[in-house]
């Protein structure tokens, strides 16, 4: 039976992922903040001062300049690394609707 990060890792292979630098707010976190590493339509990889469990569901608004207004997102942390002081977590985007979709689409054209 294959494991959640398997499935995940699968799904990387399918998404293309675009190098980002964007501020990100994220609720619930202890630092409440993060940078953007890359983004797919799939999900966001980031880095952020405190940890996150697998399998928090996290609230992120994305500002970027360029982009018309703010992103908010909702993901499931399914990966969270310590790289030197920091931690790299990867989410999952869960109950996105046409409107996120669209937006998540500019954010790509953004970065890309």
């Keep these: 039976m294959a494991s959640e990060v398997d499935d995940?890792?699968?799904e990387r292979r399918k998404f293309h992922r675009v190098k980002s630098n964007f501020s990100l707010e994220v609720h619930p976190s202890e630092s409440g903040?993060?940078?953007?590493?890359?983004?797919?339509?799939?999900g966001l990889l980031f880095n952020q001062k405190s940890p996150a469990a697998i399998g928090t569901v996290l609230?992120?608004?994305v500002r970027q300049p360029g982009l018309s207004g703010e992103l908010s997102v909702k993901?499931?942390?399914v990966r969270c690394?310590?790289?030197g002081n920091s931690f790299q977590v990867a989410v999952q985007f869960i109950d996105v609707d046409k409107e996120t979709e669209r937006a998540i689409t500019e954010l790509l054209d953004e970065a890309g």
Excluded: A, C
Aim: charged share 20%; proline share 5%.
């Design 33 to 42: 903040e993060g940078t953007s590493e890359n983004v797919s339509t799939t």
């Design 75 to 77: 993901g499931k942390v």
């Design 81 to 83: 690394v310590p790289v």
């Design 8 to 10: 995940v890792m699968e």
């Design 59 to 61: 609230y992120l608004t």
